[in-house]
């Protein structure tokens, strides 16, 4: 069974650091693109960054260039986010997702399986 389970949300101080961890089971995780997306209330999920199969390329969107970064560990199938200098704007749910393509993929129809999201809070 596909499983993917975000895991390093929470709550933190504007100019702050968090780690979000997305760990995969049940299929070759390095056949697999993998994304990070966000959601805030009321608006759509949007494209945060994305890492191909072997990390050899990474793509990330304008609004966290410099301040987030995607890696990936193909040996333990999890894929990380590092998220510094972290701002109010950034308050969503964050959701990993799995896309069975040979390119890094930024739009949401690319992607095949996705987490159930872990929140995060950026306060003021």
């Known amino acids: 069974q596909v499983q993917l389970v975000e895991s390093g949300g929470g709550l933190v101080q504007a100019g702050g650091s968090l780690r979000l961890s997305c760990a995969a089971s049940?299929?070759?995780?390095?056949?697999?693109?993998m994304g990070w997306f966000r959601q805030a209330p009321g608006k759509e999920r949007q494209f945060v960054a994305a890492?191909?199969?072997?990390?050899?390329?990474?793509t990330a969107a304008d609004t966290v260039k410099g301040r987030f970064t995607i890696s990936r560990d193909n040996a333990n199938n999890t894929v990380y986010l590092q998220m510094n200098s972290l701002k109010p704007e950034d308050t969503a749910v964050y959701y990993c997702?799995?896309?069975?393509?040979?390119?890094?993929?930024?739009?949401?129809?690319?992607?095949?399986?996705w987490g159930q999201g872990t929140q995060v809070t950026v306060s003021s």
């Open positions: 890492i191909s199969r072997f990390g050899g390329k990474t």
């Open positions: 997702a799995a896309a069975q393509r040979d390119w890094v993929p930024i739009q949401r129809s690319a992607y095949d399986y």
């Open positions: 049940g299929w070759t995780f390095s056949s697999y693109a």
